[in-house]
């Protein structure tokens, strides 16, 4: 169908969510607690163990024994306890990325302990309903930690106010009792939510068009077996081109191949479509780091057109990236935030329980 559809299933026997777009399966929320007991999102009370000279961050000591690494460590001591929340996911061995920059996110509203004030979200344009959600924001806020903001999404404009006013008392509330629950041993405080609950909230802005959690909705939309081929390293292009993905313990190497055609107009279709779908591709795949990009052979003249197409594509994608450019071997490099558990690590995890 045509528009944002949700919809909602099993996979490897626990919920999971996808968002389409225009039939398309755009994004994916899995169900991880087979493979971790602190997933993205989870909220937790943490220890400094020990700085990092040298890297600007430190080590922390998480529940069950896992250990997390703060980038910003200023004003920070050993020994001292506080709030954080886990940002993405660990490589083999490493440590958990977290952030105390904490964010209790609702379906209407998220709360932003450390970021005061009220702001609405930019594609409410109409001064009227921004003059309604920034009143009742402001009137959440009453009695909390002046250090305590609010954001309000565009999915409230389509709420009442007693809907908006129910969320944010409960999330309000929920933001002052964890963060005035700092001192003590590494404990978890929040879970990260399950893939149903999740896919109300992170996929609210812009509300779907339609939801669908009728009983074997992953098959009958294609959900299931878009997973499958994404398990698949080799990834199909338009034109008879194809892309293999493959993830190493340094780096994600992605070759890009034309097939049968060599031509350069060939390369270059092949090159552009790549581009425009290496996003997607690598959100669904739960790939992230290093990234290196081995194109099919062109003239470097067309080498400023496929950055513009990667720019764009990134870009409208929002996941923290950088283009590194182009290395003396002719090879595409860029880093990309490392916030999702690797799509291959959940399907091994489902399938062995």
């Known amino acids: 169908m045509k528009g944002r559809q949700v919809v909602l299933g099993h996979q490897w026997g626990r919920e999971a969510a996808a968002l389409m777009v225009d039939g398309r399966v755009e994004d994916l929320l899995l169900d991880l607690s087979a493979l971790t007991t602190l997933p993205p999102g989870a909220i937790c009370r943490a220890v400094v163990d020990r700085l990092v000279k040298g890297q600007g961050g430190v080590f922390v000591r998480l529940p069950d024994g896992e250990r997390g690494f703060l980038r910003d460590a200023k004003g920070l001591s050993e020994g001292q306890s506080l709030i954080v929340q886990v940002t993405g996911a660990p490589d083999d061995g490493k440590a958990i990325p977290v952030s105390q920059r904490v964010l209790f996110r609702g379906q209407n509203a998220i709360v932003t302990p450390g970021a ?17 959600l920034s009143t009742l924001g402001t009137a959440a806020l009453e009695g909390a930690p002046e ?7 565009s999915a409230a404009a389509g709420a009442d106010n007693e809907t908006i006013d ?23 405080l929040v879970d990260a939510e399950q893939p149903w609950r999740a896919a109300w909230i ?7 068009d339609d939801v669908d959690d009728s009983e074997g909705a992953f098959d009958v939309h294609g959900v299931s077996a878009a997973i499958e081929a994404l398990l698949d390293p080799e990834l199909d292009l338009p034109g008879g081109g194809f892309a293999v993905i493959e ?7 992605v070759d890009v191949n034309t097939g049968r055609d060599t031509s350069p107009a060939a390369a270059l279709k092949a090159n552009i479509a790549l581009a425009r779908d290496l996003p997607r591709q690598l959100r669904l795949r739960g790939l992230g780091g290093q990234v290196v990009i081995d194109f099919a052979p062109m003239p470097k003249r067309d080498r400023g057109t496929l950055e513009q197409v990667l720019r764009a594509a990134f870009k409208a994608d929002g996941t923290e990236t950088t283009l590194v450019g182009w290395t003396a071997m002719g090879l595409f490099e860029l880093n990309r935030k490392r916030d999702r558990v690797p799509l291959v690590a959940v399907a091994l995890a489902g399938e062995e329980e």
């Open 116 to 132: 005061p004030g009220v702001n609405v979200s930019r594609r409410i344009r109409d001064e009227e309903q921004r003059g309604r």
């Open 147 to 153: 250090s305590f903001g609010l954001v309000m999404r």
């Open 166 to 188: 129910e969320e944010l008392e409960g999330l309000v509330a929920l933001a002052i009792a964890v963060m005035s629950d700092a001192q003590g041993r590494p404990e978890l």
């Open 202 to 208: 992170d996929w609210a802005d812009p509300p779907p």
């Open 247 to 253: 993830s190493t313990r340094a780096l994600v190497a």
